[in-house]
């Protein structure tokens, strides 16, 4: 298809198509107004049964665990999918940067910037790790605490030189860590079958509302999922830096 | 409320589309899956909203409060991952492309065909 | 109307942003914009009673998002279009 | 616990060979998701048979339904897709064993994707939620899509895995888009309940959109017209290992979610529009048969040629779904399992010829696999089983689909399959007389393929190792003996029926009540001259295409359309998506100004 007839053609299609969002969503009660029962239930059963103050958490690795479960392997399925992309070429000829058009150097980084970095590491570092331990109290959980933790330690590396920090956070270490985060997920699942009840039914005492010892196995799981998303996202954007960072270094 | 948010979600649907079609680069057709992605966040997110009620977090407040749809909130929160993790590899795929091709004008990869 | 207006503001600022995701063709500039759209979008899920998605939006869309998008460019630019 | 093995064994594997990457040999790796998949395989089997009765309803975390809500998430396993699972599980350690000798440098990555893809294909099967089912089709996808570009420095498999990222990916989001629509109105995710919502409420726009972006969402995975053009272009590229669990099962994924949200969801709302909808589906499916069949005859690639092949056979698939009796989904059920068997038998001598000549091209091959005796055989007979010979699994299914429409206003379905199995017959049949027997002149029309494949093993070109030798002849017999298991038809339409039981699938997932059984199958005797005939029609078929250049030139004469049809698979993404929007947007307003 040529430029010209592709765009007529699609936008003949995407007529048709608004015609049918249109047909749908104007069926649709007005936002706001639309009814669940589903919703309310759990919203209503999630602090007097699960002791979580989070209802979203609650429906994220309680209720609904298992969808998380998926969730989190898709992550890991994916970094892995991204080494496997970025990975060597053995055939790829070492040091051929001469027919690079483009081949500035990257400039090194400022000492203004290495001692900002050095100075959020450890702030970016406990939010993280606030937000990881409270997901079942507060906003958060371990998702959104494991991409802040691996902001924390990717700004580690703008401190030092891509070398060193090889040296202080060896990727063998970080692949670990991210497969055992998502392992974790699928133990204490079974776990709690070990101990006589289903896949990812609690089996631990369920603490005090509102504290973080509260919500049973899902503030495990909070831990496991941190740890997972944390290395997974770490690895994904090293992956992308490993070139570049090769140039810098010559 | 109203139907805009619906109208809203359609109108991101329809502006990513347009952007795959007519794109002349892999990596801003990369950008533009997320923003057909965001058309399903606004769409759940208008279908959880509850107009006069509050988020679903009882840390401050009883937990009898009437909240908003705690469900539909999961599955953003899904979403969202899933939306991340797919542009890691589409954009992986694309630096690859350019690898092997010189190019990231979709015209101009011919490698498959018939 | 005035009654939402916070909610139906955000909304059409969403969809302006999204529009001019799709019409900065050039990938640099783009990274910078949907930036800013991943910011507001996290915004619209505050304003809509979500903070749990809103902090996982933007910690995603505003921070790790881009910041992919400006390593796959730069691994570009670094190879050069081949001859 | 049981219930949960067949995804919790796969995917602590893939965390296992991620973390011990660098630890262990590639040996070690290999023999450990051997392992972990053939405990799969065990235990799909197991779950097969204990299904067989009722219906395992399984609730995670023990969040069992409240006044009919459902609030957690269940599997609810059966035979169709348990059994489904267990051919997924089958065609991984088929992949497994011929990749020990194959890939040379596969990294343990490919080992641990392998098995969050097998995790993601049994999850899908066994889901009875629709959320659920969606994180199991991304997670299914992401781990496709890293597969499908495992070679790297090749630029036409980067392409083609981008084409199928991109497709399936926006795909995906109708999905969503559909599974928010639906939630929207029943408030619930689950399918059984989300059933029985729907059949109180009426059928408006919204449903029938939301059935239109559900449904064709699934069937760019399934690969029908026109969202198939992504999958020639995939299964062209990927390593040869994973085309068989692409063509085998993967596909047949998305035709299995079609049938399980028609039955657990519309089926009851939708009655009355029973015979349109029958109508719309065989349409679609036998444009599908068709057009895949030619575009296969024109492949001189003969992987494009089998991906071309599975593009058609998946059409009748959805032609047997879209019968809506049992018969016709037991026959689709028995189709995908012998053709998964064949297809991805085929596919192995396929990655046999790219091992030991370094090329898929008829052309270029020419005779030079005249002395590869047994790897001929192979071929010969797994070509021959595309049509459908008596005692094969596709006959089986065939008979019964054929059965299904029979004496209704769709008989005519039965011209299309025959057509359908006569013609990707004849193709892989001309292909293997070429290269095993040197049959046929060299170089006449046909698709010139632009991109040349680059072999995949490194070493030991002048042998066919056994590990390569014997997955595709088990497969290869085992699809086409699969008609001789004499319980198997009545078992697949007992499953069937219970399939398409939806009150009492309802009753079963939501009040945990056993399923009534079914009705006693009406005995269909196998008919073995349709299978005889087309078999035949096959062989003559491409006997007349290799002996004879006058019956070539007019073949020949095809190829102004032809070329047209070339162009229309053009490899940009753009084109693809343009196809995609249009395919959804008339699906979604057909179904919408029909039905409601």
Request: glycine share 10%; charged share 10%.
């Amino acid at each position: 298809m040529t430029r010209g007839f592709r765009r007529i053609f699609f936008l003949v299609s995407a007529a048709a198509l608004a015609v049918s969002f249109f047909l749908a969503y104007s069926q649709l009660e007005p936002a706001g107004r639309v009814h669940s029962e589903y919703g309310d239930m759990v919203n209503a059963l999630t602090v007097p049964e699960l002791h979580i103050t989070d209802a979203v958490s609650a429906v994220n690795f309680n209720v609904r665990g298992f969808d998380t479960l998926g969730e989190e392997f898709i992550l890991f399925a994916s970094v892995v999918g991204v080494l496997l992309l970025m990975r060597r070429q053995n055939e790829e000829p070492a040091g051929d940067h001469e027919d690079r058009i483009d081949g500035r150097i990257v400039p090194p980084v400022s000492d203004a910037v290495r001692v900002m970095a050095m100075l959020l590491v450890a702030p970016t570092f406990l939010f993280g790790i606030y937000i990881v331990t409270h997901g079942q109290v507060s906003p958060g959980g371990g998702f959104q605490g494991g991409v802040i933790l691996a902001t924390a330690l990717l700004l580690l590396y703008l401190c030092a030189e891509y070398n060193q920090f090889r040296r202080a956070v060896p990727q063998r270490l970080v692949e670990v860590g991210e497969a055992l985060g998502a392992a974790a997920y699928i133990l204490i699942g079974a776990a709690c079958a070990g101990a006589g009840g289903l896949f990812l039914q609690n089996f631990l005492p369920l603490g005090k509302s509102g504290s973080i010892t509260s919500g049973g196995i899902v503030a495990l799981i909070d831990l496991g999922v941190g740890l997972e998303v944390c290395g997974g996202v770490a690895l994904a954007v090293l992956a992308y830096l490993e070139e570049l960072v090769e140039e810098k270094e010559q | 409320m109203n139907h805009l948010p619906y109208a809203v979600a359609a109108w991101l649907f329809l502006a990513g589309l347009w952007g795959v079609i007519t794109s002349r680069n892999l990596i801003h057709l990369v950008i533009c899956i997320g923003v057909i992605q965001s058309s399903s966040y606004v769409l759940l997110l208008a279908i959880g909203y509850r107009v006069g009620r509050v988020a679903p977090v009882f840390v401050d407040i009883p937990a009898n409060t009437q909240a908003v749809d705690p469900i539909v909130q999961a599955l953003m929160l899904t979403d969202i991952v899933v939306e991340v993790t797919v542009i890691a590899i589409l954009l992986g795929l694309a630096v690859q492309i350019h690898k092997g091709h010189g190019t990231l004008n979709p015209d101009r990869l011919s490698k498959v065909s018939g | 109307m005035s009654e939402y207006m916070l909610q139906n503001g955000i909304l059409v600022f969403v969809a302006v942003a999204a529009t001019a995701v799709v019409l900065t063709r050039d990938p640099a500039s783009q990274a910078i914009v949907v930036s800013f759209y991943g910011l507001l979008l996290g915004i619209m899920f505050l304003i809509f009673q979500a903070p749990d998605v809103a902090l996982s939006q933007i910690v995603v869309g505003a921070i790790a998002l881009p910041l992919m998008i400006l390593l796959a460019l730069a691994r570009v630019r670094k190879q050069g279009p081949r001859t | 616990m049981l219930p949960v093995c067949p995804v919790i064994i796969p995917l602590l594997t893939a965390a296992l060979l991620a973390a011990l990457a660098k630890a262990i040999s590639q040996r070690v790796s290999q023999w450990i998701a051997l392992t972990a998949t053939l405990a799969t395989l065990i235990v799909n089997s197991l779950l097969l048979r204990a299904s067989a009765a009722q219906p395992i309803v399984y609730w995670f975390g023990n969040w069992r339904p409240r006044h009919g809500v459902a609030l957690g998430i269940s599997f609810t396993i059966e035979p169709i897709g348990a059994g489904l699972a267990a051919l997924a599980s089958l065609l991984t350690l088929a992949a497994l064993v011929f990749s020990s000798e194959y890939f040379d440098t596969a990294g343990n990555h490919f080992h641990a994707l392998l098995m969050s893809f097998l995790a993601a294909m049994c999850g899908f099967c066994l889901t009875g939620d629709l959320f659920n089912m969606f994180v199991f089709f991304e997670l299914m996808s992401a781990a496709a899509f890293a597969l499908c570009a495992y070679k790297t420095d090749d630029p036409g498999s980067l392409q083609g895995a981008l084409n199928f990222a991109v497709t399936n990916t926006i795909a995906a989001y109708f999905v969503l888009t559909g599974i928010a629509l639906l939630y929207a109105r029943t408030g619930a995710l689950n399918m059984a309940q989300m059933g029985r919502a729907l059949a109180e409420g009426p059928v408006d726009s919204l449903v029938l959109t939301a059935f239109g972006f559900l449904i064709c969402g699934y069937l760019v995975k399934a690969a029908v017209v026109p969202f198939h053009f992504w999958l020639a272009d995939a299964h062209a590229v990927a390593p040869t290992p994973v085309c068989i669990l692409f063509s085998g099962v993967m596909v047949q994924m998305g035709l299995f979610a079609l049938a399980r949200i028609w039955w657990a969801v519309f089926a009851n709302t939708m009655h009355p529009h029973l015979a349109g909808m029958s109508r719309l589906f065989v349409a679609v499916g036998a444009i599908t048969a068709f057009a895949g069949a030619v575009m296969c005859y024109l492949q001189r690639n003969i992987k494009r040629l089998l991906a071309f092949s599975t593009i058609s056979h998946a059409g009748l698939m959805a032609i047997g779904i879209g019968l809506f009796t049992p018969e016709g989904l037991a026959g689709s059920a028995l189709y995908v399992l012998g053709h998964g068997l064949v297809k991805a038998g085929l596919f192995l001598v396929a990655g046999i010829l790219l091992h030991r000549f370094e090329s898929v091209n008829e052309n270029d091959l020419g005779d030079k696999g005249r002395r590869e005796r047994w790897t001929a055989v192979v071929w010969m007979a797994g070509a021959a089983g595309l049509a459908g010979p008596p005692f094969s699994g596709l006959a089986a299914g065939d008979g019964l689909m054929d059965a299904a429409a029979h004496g209704t206003a769709l008989a005519w379905v039965r011209w299309i399959a025959m057509f359908a199995a006569v013609v990707t017959s004849a193709a892989a049949l001309r292909a293997g007389g070429r290269i095993f027997f040197g049959w046929g002149s060299r170089g006449d029309r046909g698709s010139a393929p632009k991109h040349e494949e680059k072999p995949e093993t490194q070493r030991g070109h002048q042998r066919t190792p056994a590990s390569m030798f014997l997955p595709s002849a088990v497969l290869v017999s085992a699809g086409l003996l699969l008609g001789l298991i004499p319980a198997l038809r009545s078992a697949a339409i007992t499953a069937a029926g219970n399939f398409e039981n939806t009150n009492g699938y309802a009753a079963r997932v939501l009040e945990g009540e056993p399923l009534a059984a079914p009705r006693a199958p009406a005995r269909i005797p196998p008919r073995t001259s349709t299978g005889l005939f087309t078999a035949i029609g096959a062989l003559a078929l491409a006997g007349a295409h290799l002996f004879s250049p006058r019956l070539r030139e007019l073949s020949n004469i095809g190829a102004r359309p032809a070329a047209l049809l070339h162009r229309i698979h053009s490899g940009h993404p753009g084109d693809y998506v343009a196809f995609l929007t249009f395919g959804i947007a008339c699906f979604g307003l057909i179904c919408v100004y029909c039905f409601r």
